[in-house]
Each structure stands twice: as C-alpha cells, then as structure tokens.
Nanobody, 112 residues
Framework: VQLVESGGGLVQPGGSLRLSCTASGTIFGHTVLGWYRQAPGKEREFVAVIGNGGNKNYGDSVKGRFTISRDNAANTVYLQMTSLKPEDTAVYYC???????WGKGTLVTIPS
C-alpha cells in the first residue's frame, strides 16, 4: 500500500489550498481515509476522516473551514482548506484510518 500526498505550499493567511492523496495497492473504495497534521514541536493532530460511504468527521480546529472528499475512481482523497491561519502550518499526512499505512506528508505553511 502506498499513499502519496501533494498540494502543499506557502499561502497567505485567509487563503486556500487543496491537498490530494493518491493511494495504490489497496481496494480504495472500501477504505476509511483520514487526514492528520503535525506542527513543529507538537503531536500529530486529527484533521478529518471520510468513510467509504462518504460520511465525514472533522477536528474541532478545522470545522467549517476544511472539507474532506474522495474520488474512488481516481483512488484519491482531497482536503480543501479555506480561511487558512498561521496555526494551520504543519506537515499534512493522509492515512488509511486505523492502520499503519501513512503517506510521507506535504508541508503547508501559513506565515504570520
């Protein structure tokens, strides 16, 4: 199983970014997928999760600003991030929820 994130970068506060995570080696449509993030010097934090039926859940710090979605035909899960804040700066990882499968992450930087 391989997960590859992309779409990170530097964005000004208030801006938007869309992260993508493409999976291979798994039956994508049957998986529950999650996004997590880790800021410098902090523990990894739950961001969002999407079930194979499309049900979604979000961490409190991103509710109303981030949207998780999936395209099973493309084996890809997305994280649309809006109204970005400096505290959103982190490496963002996707994962098959509840497993040891993680991507290597993509860096999102929001300058203060």
């Amino acid at each position: 199983v391989q997960l590859v994130e992309s779409g990170g970068g530097l964005v000004q506060p208030g801006g938007s970014l869309r992260l993508s995570c493409t999976a291979s080696g798994t039956i994508f449509g049957h998986t529950v997928l999650g996004w997590y993030r880790q800021a410098p010097g902090k523990e990894r934090e739950f961001v969002a999760v999407i079930g194979n039926g499309g049900n979604k859940n979000y961490g409190d710090s991103v509710k109303g600003r981030f949207t998780i979605s999936r395209d099973n035909a493309a084996n890809t899960v997305y994280l649309q991030m809006t109204s970005l804040k400096p505290e959103d700066t982190a490496v963002y990882y996707c994962s098959i929820y509840g497993t040891e499968y993680w991507g290597k992450g993509t860096l999102v930087t929001i300058p203060s």
